[in-house]
């Protein structure tokens, strides 16, 4: 599987755009939607939107093959963009060693889905509202579609500039506002 278009604008509303360098809650440098910057990396100029969201497509990949390796059971498209989401902001090595990962390959399904709220360390806000985003999407019925009013493109936000969801299924279906 492959994360949708939904799954991706997730995790660039929870991780937000920075055009430049900045240490993130572990103090590593980072930029763009999350991007943790690699030893032989340098941004002195910033990126573009256009920039960061390449980066994120490649860093996405590798929660991608995180889940698409550890995950054995059948996913929905909603589940696997959580998951996704997941893996992404704790690492594919949280994941596989994770009880919400045993649980799930075991078919627990709902088991599975209270585990989201376990990986709250920080204590925030904003982490407390990802992490329920994250199983809102998880459980979101099989058969639920989405109507064109909820698909609509990402657009941006014209009070901040950054990505925003906002009028799409995501603010209203999964229960999160956005700028």
């Known amino acids: 599987m492959r994360i949708s278009d939904n799954g991706l604008a997730l995790v660039e509303s929870f991780e937000g755009f920075h055009p430049v360098v900045y240490r993130d809650t572990a103090g590593l440098p980072t930029i763009g939607y999350g991007h943790r910057l690699k030893p032989f990396e340098a941004f002195p100029n910033g990126v573009t939107d256009k920039e960061a969201t390449a980066l994120l497509r490649e860093d996405v990949a590798t929660a991608e093959h995180a889940v698409n390796t550890f995950v054995k059971v059948p996913l929905t498209q909603g589940q696997y963009d959580s998951l996704v989401d997941f893996a992404y902001s704790v690492s594919g090595s949280s994941l596989e060693n994770s009880t919400l990962l ?13 585990q989201f ?8 806000d904003g982490l407390r509202r990802r992490r329920e985003t994250e199983r809102a999407m998880f459980i979101l019925p099989r058969s639920r579609h989405l109507s064109p009013a909820e698909s609509r493109p990402v657009t941006k936000c ?3 500039k950054t990505r925003s969801a906002q009028g799409r299924g995501a603010g209203s279906l999964w229960g999160i506002s956005y700028c």
């Open 158 to 160: 014209i009070a901040c």
């Open 117 to 124: 709220m376990l990986w709250d360390h920080a204590g925030s």
């Open 102 to 114: 045993r649980l799930l390959n075991g078919g627990k399904y709902e088991e599975a889905a209270a």
